[in-house]
């Protein structure tokens, strides 16, 4: 008896959840989006706004090839290295941009509070998988396209804890304001003969 009750109540625990909007993405047809667009470092007031720690952008027109970026990398990750490029600019006469290796980079953002220029910040993408070591380096070049993020959806924080707003499957969510009153009904009733049946051992014993 005792294992039928645990059954039970481990379907009607199951249940419950279910009908709790789910914290886990179903990745990749589901994208999670965050807040802000990534994490930005404010040189004049050195205040870091807040945000998400994803792929830098890189702003060629503002970058001066201080090589600030590299050296705070240096004994971090080492991930940051210069490299001439073909271009000039006005501010930078050496012609040196970062490039960044995200098979070694830990998403510090210490590069970012070391660019007194606004040139560098990181952006809220986070899908920079690859099948080779070389395609995780980007060039100056890669790092000044803007990604492109199909992100839609978002976090919820409400009393019963953190969820997502993706919506339950059709079915799923129609079947289970059904299923959870006959599990909490029939769990009732097992724990009813469960005390008759204990009621019974007392009287004999």
Known sequence: MSTIVGIIKALNSGV?????????????????????????YDPVSGVGIAGYKGRHMLFHDKCTGCQLCAIACEGVAEAIGMVKVDN???????SILPQIDYGKCVFCGLCVDACPFYALYMTNDYE??????????????????????????????????????????????????????????????TQEDKEKADDKGDTHG
């Open 88 to 94: 000039k600019w006005k501010q930078n006469k050496k």
């Open 16 to 40: 419950k959840h279910l009908a709790v909007k789910r914290f886990t993405l179903r990745y990749p047809e589901q994208k999670l989006k965050f807040v802000g667009d990534g994490y930005k």
């Open 128 to 189: 920079l998988s690859s099948f080779t070591k070389e395609s995780l380096i980007y060039t100056p070049a890669q790092l000044a396209v803007k990604a492109h993020m199909n992100q839609d959806v978002q976090i919820a924080i409400s009393k019963r804890g953190a969820s997502h707003s993706a919506e339950l499957p059709a079915p799923l969510k129609k079947a289970l304001p059904q299923a959870q009153p006959q599990l909490e009904s029939k769990l009732k009733e």
